[in-house]
């Protein structure tokens, strides 16, 4: 057993809201130099780096998860994390159809540039990436869980795109086990404020726009290593996830 430290919520540059040097090789960088083992990468609504995510971890020795924060038809931010890299793009696939069509307007919400897994800028997504979706809470959780992948309703304690804002409490379903707070967070006076918050799992993420805002190693979880590789300790994060046990 060993603790990894982790930062399971931060965007690239194909996010608009995200700096252009929001690359992957970046990202990697900056988290080993923060001394981070485990980090997922979430784009809004959309998988399209995680590929180059994944090599560009490999040579920083970061353990790389697939991921996105999706946009619900409430316009609820929902992190869906993906064991498998496979399984994220196939589910990309699938959600393109849900997502609105509106044309990016670069010189208002900045640029959605793809890159490889050399930084090197090889495409840019024409449609705005963060509207809601035509998916609702439930919806949404059931077409990424039919891919295998776990979600999270994000930052629970801000007013924006916060399940708890927009609904007024954590719903009984779809039935959560962990949520996510923000580094602000005061859980303590969110658990007073909403017992439905109470004995939940959660992680802290930095839901990282900027290269300085990727979370230090301040945030960890044991888990079970042995024998060591990156696919069996991304396994033991998932379990603990979902079952609580590394």
């Known amino acids: 057993m060993s603790q990894y430290y982790y930062d399971l919520h931060v965007h690239s540059c194909l996010s608009p809201c995200a700096d252009d040097d929001m690359t992957v090789h970046n990202i990697a960088g900056m988290a080993a130099l923060k001394g981070l083992q485990i980090v997922a990468l979430t784009d809004h609504n959309t998988c399209g780096n995680c590929r180059s995510f994944y090599a560009a971890c490999k040579r920083q020795g970061i353990i790389p998860i697939a991921g996105m924060e999706l946009t619900t038809a409430e316009e609820i931010h929902l992190i869906c994390l993906f064991e498998e890299l496979e399984s994220a793009e196939a589910f990309e696939k699938e959600f393109k159809a849900y997502r609105l069509r509106v044309r990016n307007r670069v010189e208002i919400f900045g640029h959605q540039y793809y890159v490889d ?5 090889c495409g840019e997504e ?10 609702s809470l439930e919806e949404a959780c ?7 992948a776990f979600c ?19 719903p009984e379903s779809p039935a959560f086990s962990v949520i996510e707070y923000s580094s602000q967070a005061d859980v303590a ?6 017992p439905s918050l109470r004995g939940k799992k959660h992680v802290t993420n930095s839901d990282a726009h900027h290269l300085w805002d990727i979370s230090e190693a301040e945030h960890a979880l044991e888990l079970a290593d042995e024998p060591y590789s990156s696919s069996f300790v ?4 998932f379990r603990y996830l979902r079952e609580g046990t590394s």
């Not at 024409?126 to 998916?135: F, K």
């Not at 059931?142 to 295998?148: D, K, P």
């Open 189 to 194: 006076k969110m658990e007073a404020d909403h």
């Open 126 to 135: 024409p449609d705005l990436l963060p509207p809601a979706s035509a998916l």
């Open 142 to 148: 059931r077409l990424a869980g039919s891919f295998q």
């Open 152 to 170: 999270y309703p994000a930052h629970v304690d801000r007013p924006s795109n916060g399940i708890i804002n927009i609904l007024g409490d954590l």
């Open 234 to 237: 991304r396994r033991q994060l």
């Open 117 to 121: 897994e050399n930084d090197e800028v």
